[in-house]
């Protein structure tokens, strides 16, 4: 994560050890056997502009420094790998934080080199460790990506997503500039091996790798309401991994009505997305750089309804890492390294492990709910982004008076349930204490009608068609009651 000041200092305090290194230097080479030797172990923190004894000497032109040596450090380190080189402030200094997780492909090499972390120092691995590094490498499993795509040649690649891949600003210069063909461009980024493509390059590039691969398709599903399953949207979508991110965050601010928000400063109404484009984008490239492809019956879900949007995927939280630590932004062992990098590349991750802490900020700066996390071992990871609460201050400089929106207009249907609503009652009861026999009838003009205007909400929204669902009025329902209760229950009420 992004360190604090305060944090900074604790690490400072610690002085160097197997997974803190401090470098006055800011040059190749000298970050590079240092950031090897991290992959190679269990990871670890290297401060740059920090002497030997922990003393703060600062860098110039951090920002400029710190953009350049994470590029050059991206060029020289193979195989391809994901860390974060971070500016940060401390004492009125400014400092080189390279965070660096545990490398999932050893061994790592820095300009041919292979290097280890033993103790407090880093050096160049003899024949016996790299061969013990080689020989633990082969006994593990070899991950889901890196396995040869069944079926799948050139021709099934999609020209359009390897040309935006492989003209990607960020793309190796030698990558670029190779001139043994498709394949060979796409072994330097392990997407290809023994002249044959991946699972990874299978995902990122085929036309359609559902065919292949049907946990690869996604599913995305608009709600006309907070309950049921009737829907105004459905997508079933299977392509090269950027286009389908694409057609989700399309799939998304379509589905999403924009919202107004007044400037207390001039009065001026600004019709803003209900969630920020960024992160809606963050969420989504999550989904897909950190879930479980090998899981056949897993996937990626979008849910949009009027209260949340959700975004699910196949495979729970890495081990060490909770809801709490996702909050914080914690780097951690990527599942599909080689995924991830392709999605660097094109510009959709930026740093690894912050796309949490971006959705976040960005909720919090759209004045949304804060999100929440929820993983679990055989459902997968659930992020939700929730709609704006609406409150009696949603916009107190427009009127003094009540608006619309803070007491909706409701019709004599919503406002007998209202009524008839205490505590939390199932849906059979509602109906049977309004006596009313036609459940249909019920469920749009009474039960749907008070969700859409967020009167009401289930007790385990999760979980819609749930045997045991419950509904209770909200925040705003208890408010609205309140008023029906006074007038006459045949009248329209406002």
């Known amino acids: 994560m992004s360190k604090t000041a305060a944090q900074l200092k604790q690490l400072l305090s610690l002085g160097e050890n197997q997974t803190l290194e401090y470098l006055t230097s800011c040059e190749l080479k000298h970050c590079g056997p240092q950031v090897c030797a991290f992959l190679n172990t269990q990871g670890g923190y290297l401060l740059c502009g ?3 004894k922990g003393q703060i000497k600062g860098v110039e032109q951090a920002v400029q420094v710190a953009e350049q040596l994470e590029s050059q450090l991206k060029s020289a380190i193979q195989p391809p790998v994901l860390f974060s080189v971070e500016v940060q402030q401390v004492e009125n200094k400014q400092l080189l934080v390279v965070e660096v997780p545990a490398g999932k492909d050893i061994p790592y090499a820095f300009n041919s080199d292979i290097y280890i972390r033993a103790g407090e120092q880093t050096q160049k691995a003899d024949v016996d460790t790299i061969r013990d590094m080689v020989m633990r490498k082969q006994v593990e499993p070899t991950r889901w990506e890196r396995l040869f795509s069944s079926e799948l040649d050139e021709q099934g690649l999609s020209a359009s ?45 085929a036309s359609a790798p559902g065919k292949r691969h049907p946990q690869a398709r996604v599913r995305a599903v608009c709600y006309r309401h907070k309950a049921d399953d009737e829907y105004q949207d459905l997508q079933h979508l299977d392509g090269p991994m950027a286009d389908v991110i694409e057609q989700l965050i399309t799939f998304v601010m379509r589905n999403t009505p924009s919202r107004a928000r007044f400037s207390s400063a001039n009065n001026q109404r600004e019709d803003i997305p209900m969630y920020p484009e960024q992160a809606v984008r963050e969420a989504i490239v999550n989904a897909f750089a950190h879930r479980d492809y090998s899981n056949f019956a897993g996937g990626i879900k979008v849910e949009v309804s009027p209260a949340h949007l959700k975004i699910w995927n196949a495979g729970a939280f890495p081990q060490g ?7 914080q932004g914690h780097i951690s062992v990527l599942r599909n390294p080689d995924i991830a990098h392709g999605l660097y590349l094109q510009g959709y991750m930026e740093k690894l492990g912050r796309g949490s802490v971006v959705i976040q900020q960005a909720c919090n700066e759209a004045g949304l709910p804060a999100p ?25 400089e427009v009127t003094p008076e009540v608006t619309p929106e803070v007491t909706p207009e409701v019709t004599p249907e919503v406002a007998k349930l209202i009524r008839a609503i205490k505590g939390e009652r199932s849906r059979l009861e509602l109906q049977e ?32 068609r749930s045997k045991l669902q419950k509904y209770r009025l909200t925040a705003l329902g208890q408010q609205l009651k309140q008023q029906v209760q006074q007038q006459p229950s045949d009248k329209k009420t406002s």
Not at 321 to 327: A, C, L, P, S, V
Not at 376 to 384: A, F, K, M, P
Not at 433 to 461: C, G, V, W
């Open 433 to 464: 204490s309004l006596a009313l026999k036609d459940a249909e009838h019920f469920r749009k003009n009474y039960l749907n009608a008070a969700m859409d205007q967020s009167l009401i909400e289930m007790t385990i929204p999760e979980k819609p």
């Open 372 to 396: 929440k996390w929820h993983s679990d071992s055989t459902s997968g990871v659930t992020l939700t982004l929730f709609a704006p609460e609406v409150t009696p201050e949603v916009t107190p």
């Open 321 to 327: 890492i909770d809801e709490h630590k996702i909050q």
């Open 161 to 205: 997503a390897c040309k935006k891949l492989l003209s990607a600003k960020r793309i190796p210069k030698e990558v670029a500039q190779a001139e043994q063909g498709l394949l060979h461009q796409l072994q330097l980024l392990s997407l290809a091996k023994y002249g044959r493509l991946t699972n990874a390059a299978d995902v990122l590039l």
């Open 50 to 52: 920090v002497d030997d």
